[in-house]
């Protein structure tokens, strides 16, 4: 194996300067390809240079990069590994992932712009991000759990006022911050103090907000996370790949790297990958059921009736084929295929801009990377820029256009049975009996006989 | 009248050194009452001192303060005639004075953080934070409207897809709103961009996304919104007369003219006039009602059936009195009484961290108030700090412990006829009879007959 293709490979994985090697990926890697182009970017050339030159010169920056490679690759490889097995092992392991996840993010963020010299002489201001933390996970994790387990939450004499209180318990606890950030001011420190406030909303709002919908994407059916998180990926692959080969246009300013070419090629393979990938998840119904039980994993599997879009549908051209041609002109699809058309352009087009957004903060700071918690990935933010953004999205689709409308017999006989008294419980038996009577599923006798009975008590 | 007493009523008005005079109005004014107490306040000491000179030392400045005082009364009588006029009108015109407060008070904090120097090489930053406040605005008016007035969006064929996909809807328009701001990051400009871009969701989350829950409180009845307001107003004006009448001890830190009595006086007495108040408004459906009606004036009238907390209740004391004593054991109090209680010492405790919040916030921008767009009371965000807070506290009190759960035998039918098939709704009707058989509300031969009906089918 030559050098020049290990450093691609290299680069490819992910690369080690961050920001601009990872998800500026449509990149015109190939410079020499491309002599009319102007020099946008000196400072990637002469990396290239650099990299090319690297024997002869820098014997020991070399081996370096080869460690930090190496490096690279084992904790890639344990990550994936670990991501499977909680994948497989239940979704409350892949819920504690994300938990994990969201927090390091959080630590990261928080800590780029708390400067210590500054933050050491104020006692509080790291315990409270952490508490806006607590407060604001307790609130989004308590949603969920409501929203999902309601059931079990209801007839529990200990979780009840919890879950019936449970926004003016949240909100509370953020007043409580509130009012202890204010008492903390101090003066001299007010415009740190104030930023720091602001940075915390901020990194509250589109880390720990963002991850809840991820999370809400596990309850609704491991596929609704794990489709997403994969095209992000896949679509990061494919534009490095596609940009290196036909990369020729530059697609837009910010970042003179992405080329039209690999934005477009990635946007196709994306769409070649979401197809066959959720097809073969469709097929398992530990993929596409939501949680209704916590205790299952890949083996016990899960039960449900699938939702609709699983179920491949006759569609006809609309218009007739030439004479002459003689093919099929009805296919049988599953609607989910049209809805990875949508979520693979989202990943393609969108989600990307989590990652300029994350690159334009470190620009500012000017750090390169948000931390080390990854040996050789640089911190857990950079890994995530893209898919929280698209986590968001997912959620967002689902529920508006996937989603089903949750009403069942079940629910409809425990809202009569909780809200409602016996006069009125016998009211709607009398009202859905007569509409019943109506729409002749049931004789009119009934009816009478209903009237009859009732008046008689 | 002498000129000092003429300055206390002016301080009282509300203060033209507004942060200091106005929310930080326990104060221990009357510094010669109290010759013990370290000078914490030289400022405050050296304004009494030439309040007292004034007119021997500087006539000009008088007559500027008088002037000052004549426009800021006028004002007020005109402001405080134009809200009513709005109240008593119906519940859209206190609603469009809301959006116009929240749009004035967000233009105010936006600017200033915005220095123009610097926005005036990037062409988008001022359109941007304009369309981030049409997009929350657009999101949050709408879930107001689609959770007051689905039964008319429901059935309307236009108006049905924007409701049903509102939350999508919206997202995407922040998403496309996120992406113009990464694409508009410009080199040099970043630290800027950031900070305003932060800056902007601060002001949305502490000031769209409150107004959002005072204008829920309008929706579920005009009381939850003019309680609240008024306690404010109230606690306010007492603190100020109890912390110059008997202000001794300080309370916090933060604000060295706070007292404790100042602090409790006003807390007694906002629930004085909160009992009062509230019995008062329960009297007038108008004022208890939801808004079933848009067009409902306080002329019209509302209809309604009214939420249990306005029925007055029998109360035993929990003990015997004394042999001898002589007085009644039981009472009939509306429970709505031990809410006002509750309501009051938010409005006291609480409330007032939304002035120091923004009292901070001036002294951090060294600015003496956020705008001129109230003449002689400086700006809207200055008169609206504790309301915005209170108007959040309110509705999530509200929510928790007052409102009513709406299951409504029309409900479950709706949700019945809409969601279920014909055999679920037979289904309903079975295990409802079978329930109500259960509990001896109606005899068992009902069941009997019903399913040997069902079966003849």
Redesign the interface.
Known sequence: MTKPGKDVKFRHRGSASSAKGRRLSTSMSDVSENPSEPSRSPTRIEELVKATEVEPANQSEYEKKKANFVTRTIWTLVMIAFFFFCMFAGHIYIIMVVTAVQIISFKEVIAIANVPSKARSLRFTKSLNWYFLGSFMYFVYGESVIYYFKHILLVDRVLLPLA??H??IS??LY?IG??F???S?QKGH??F??TQ???T??AL?LIVGQAHFVINNIFEGMIWFFLPVAMVITNDIWAYICGITFGRTPL???SPKKTWEGFLGAWFFTIIFGIGFSNIMSRYKYFICPVNDLGANIWTGLECKPNPVFIPKQYSLPVPLPDGVNLPTTFSIAPMQFHVFALATFASL?AP?GG??AS??K??FKIKDFGDSIPGHGGMTDRMDCQF?MG??AF??Y???IAV?K?S?G???E??????T?E??????K???R??VN?E???S??LE??DG??KR?
Chains 1, 2 share one sequence.
């Not at 809202?415 to 409602?420: F, Q, S």
């Not at 009125?424 to 038996?429: I, R, S, Y």
């Open positions: 019936t209180h926004r003016f909100f509370m007043i509130f009012v950030f204010v008492s001011l007010y415009k103090q104030f406030f602001a940075w909303h901020m709002f837009i300013k910010i969108i801009f300029f957004f334009g903060l620009r500012t953004i968001s999205i967002m689709y529920q508006s256009f409308y009403t017999v629910g409809i006989i809202a009569a049975i909780t809200g409602l016996a009125e419980q016998m009211e709607v038996v009202i859905l009996s509409h019943l729409q599923v049931i004789p006798k009934v006989y209903l009975q009732l008590r």
